[in-house]
């Protein structure tokens, strides 16, 4: 059965995702950014708020397109946020990072989804994070899901590591 546009509409606004690579309006501030999503998604979250957590004061000011790669990452984070999703899907969400975003990120995920209890799905290459902040984990090979388990259980079947599995499992 179709949805109906309104609860369509409903629907999409409990949705975020992040791809790669980032763009938005150039010509934007990063504050004008915030603002003219935050008014897209009828959001209740206070922008000084995001401004705050994602550490983007020193930021709100200059263009978008002046960030580096980095910046404009955790900008796109910051606006997927806006929404307070219940649905959360990131792309890549931590290449381009250097250690201190990539801290910053991973504490809002964690932050975010003992607060409210949302769902992060999340594509990624780098099976350390996997091992640190994944509850589950589908591994697809050339479109095969090769498995879906929880870390524990990967470790549990006699992986020293998530990566050891990947390396077992994945051919070039």
Not at 115 to 127: K, Q
């Amino acid at each position: 059965k179709a949805l109906s546009t309104n609860k369509l509409e409903q629907v999409r606004q409990q949705i975020s995702v992040v791809l790669q690579p980032t763009q938005f309006y150039q010509t934007l501030k990063v504050q004008e950014l915030l603002r003219l999503f935050k008014a897209y998604y009828k959001s209740p979250i206070d922008i000084e708020t995001i401004i705050t957590d994602f550490k983007l004061q020193p930021h709100r000011k200059k263009y978008f397109d002046k960030l580096s790669g980095g910046w404009k990452q955790i900008v796109s984070l910051a606006i997927a946020f806006l929404s307070q999703p219940k649905l959360l899907i990131l792309d890549e969400p931590t290449t381009g990072l250097d250690p201190h975003m990539r801290n910053i990120l991973w504490t809002y995920i964690m932050e975010y989804n003992e607060r409210t209890g949302g769902t992060v799905i999340l594509t990624t290459h780098n099976m350390d994070e996997i091992e640190l902040y994944c509850d589950k984990v589908m591994l697809i090979d050339n479109g095969v899901n090769e498995i879906f388990d929880t870390t524990e259980g990967i470790l549990a079947s006699g992986y020293t590591s998530v990566n050891a599995f990947y390396l077992e499992k994945v051919s070039i």
